[in-house]
């Protein structure tokens, strides 16, 4: 038997010897429980997931690729009235993909630069601490606030005659929703770029510095390339958020509905019209008396979740594609 095995057998026996025979009754009980709380959540999970399926995924089957492709309607199916068409979600995904572009746009460079400042230039102090506290606090405001804070800031601010056209904005246009979830994920992003900043190795930024490299120079080329990883896994779950906020929406002008008048737009001119978005459109949905708009509302919800599920395996891809080892 060599010296490693000798070591490792007398490691068990003292460990077996120090915890004796006896059952560590509180412990399992503990893991009992934690294992009680986690089959409940997938319980839930996997209702609701079902119930949406069932209802959504036969509307999608029977309407194809027409669903993803045709305007919002308020005829629900099949035949319709006069020149309608049945409802789709054409228009919600423009928007949705829009918002996720200005989110993407705003508030990962302003996230991103304010966690380096934080982690990497700001000294300690009292002031950089209640920063510090002040953005986490931030990140558990309910999202309905920032909603008012779009309203009051990019609309009516921002936007001139009270939020009906003109200003930086142009009102309750998809600028303003943008700018509102970009403000909503941002201490999110600081948070999350923070703690892949934070998870670097210091002795890496002192190999840097004891050749000589500028704080600069360690920051750019040690810090950030082994935060990468880190840093866009955090960003992208932000992103998931984002996509399925309704309350910000409501607050700042994403109306069910719109686009009728202006279908025939170019693109560039969808972003100072009047809104819609997913979340928005399943919102609406839902609340209709007719059963069909019901089944409709479960096939966006799975439209949503797909691109929700979509950003998070892209997450985890890039994790794990450039993810450092210490």
């Known amino acids: 038997m060599s010296a490693t095995d000798l070591v490792v057998t007398r490691e068990i026996t003292v460990d077996r010897a120090l915890r004796g025979r006896r059952i560590d009754v509180a412990g399992v009980a503990f893991q009992t429980l ?3 709380c986690l089959l409940v959540c997938l319980f839930f999970i996997i209702v609701l997931v079902g119930t949406v399926w069932s209802d959504g995924w036969p509307v999608i089957q029977e309407r194809g690729t027409s669903f993803f492709t045709s305007d919002l309607s308020r005829c629900s199916e099949e035949p319709c009235l006069s020149t309608l068409k049945p409802a789709g979600v054409a228009q919600g995904i423009f928007g949705s993909l829009a918002l996720a572009i200005l989110v993407v746009i705003v508030s990962f460079p302003l996230g991103i630069a304010t966690a380096v400042y934080l982690e990497e230039y700001a000294k300690e102090s009292r002031l950089k601490r209640f920063v510090q506290l002040n953005i986490r606090n931030l990140s558990g405001v309910p999202s309905v606030v920032y909603g008012l804070l779009g309203l009051a800031v990019f609309v009516q601010i921002l936007g001139t005659n009270r939020g009906e056209g003109g200003g930086f904005t142009g009102g309750r246009t998809i600028i303003s929703g943008g700018l509102t979830l970009a403000i909503l994920v941002l201490p999110i ?25 500028t704080k600069w120079e360690v920051t750019r080329r040690l810090v ?4 990468f990883a880190g840093i866009l896994t955090g960003t992208v ?3 998931s958020r984002a996509l399925g906020e309704t309350a910000p929406l409501i607050l700042v002008g994403a109306f069910y509905g719109t686009f009728f008048t202006t279908g025939d737009a170019s693109f560039t001119e969808k972003f100072s019209t009047t809104y819609t978005a997913l979340p928005q459109i399943v919102f609406q949905w839902t609340t209709d008396p007719d059963r069909a708009f019901t089944n409709l509302a479960a096939a966006a919800i799975l439209v949503l979740l797909s691109l929700t599920l979509l950003a998070n395996l892209t997450a985890v891809l890039l994790r794990n594609r450039y993810e450092k080892r210490w």
Do not use: D, K
């Open 224 to 227: 950030l390339p082994n935060a």
């Open 237 to 239: 779950l932000s992103l």
């Open 34 to 36: 934690l294992l009680l």
């Open 189 to 213: 992003v600081i948070i999350t770029a923070s703690e892949a900043l934070r998870a670097v190795p210091q002795s890496l930024r002192e190999g840097g510095y004891g050749v000589g490299a």
